[in-house]
């Protein structure tokens, strides 16, 4: 008989995370179902954590100390910083790794995000 438990927490380390992502293989979950919003978040937490980002509310926007706290970056602004192409950056948005807006100019990434996906490179899964 199954039964609806409301109100539970689940707690996991760095190490679990990893060891999820991994064995579950979410990477294939995550390409199968793009188009299912509340899975993809789900999966960029879980992802984020692998990657050793605590939790959302732990990232702090200081991501370089020459730029400007709270400032936007371009595709070619990040891919500068973490040493990779903006075409990197660019799949990595297309995946749901790295939100960003579309304008106009091409893609606008914000300070947070950015940070975040910064501390994900850095540790990668």
């Known amino acids: ?69 709270g400032t936007n970056w371009t595709v070619t602004e990040i891919a500068r910083e973490a040493g990779v192409s903006p075409r990197t950056v660019r799949r990595e948005i297309e995946r749901g790794f790295l939100s960003a807006d579309a304008t106009s100019a091409g893609w606008i990434i914000g300070p947070e995000e950015a940070d975040l996906y910064f501390r994900a490179r850095s540790k990668k899964v």
């Open 1 to 69: 008989m199954s039964r609806l438990i409301t109100g539970i927490r689940v707690e996991l380390d760095t190490e679990d995370l990893q060891v999820l992502w991994s064995r579950a293989n979410l990477e294939a979950l995550r390409v199968r179902t793009r188009s299912d919003e509340r899975l993809q978040r789900v999966l960029k937490l879980v992802y984020m954590g692998a990657a050793g980002v605590a939790t959302l509310g732990q990232v702090s926007t200081d991501t370089s100390a020459t730029r400007e706290a």
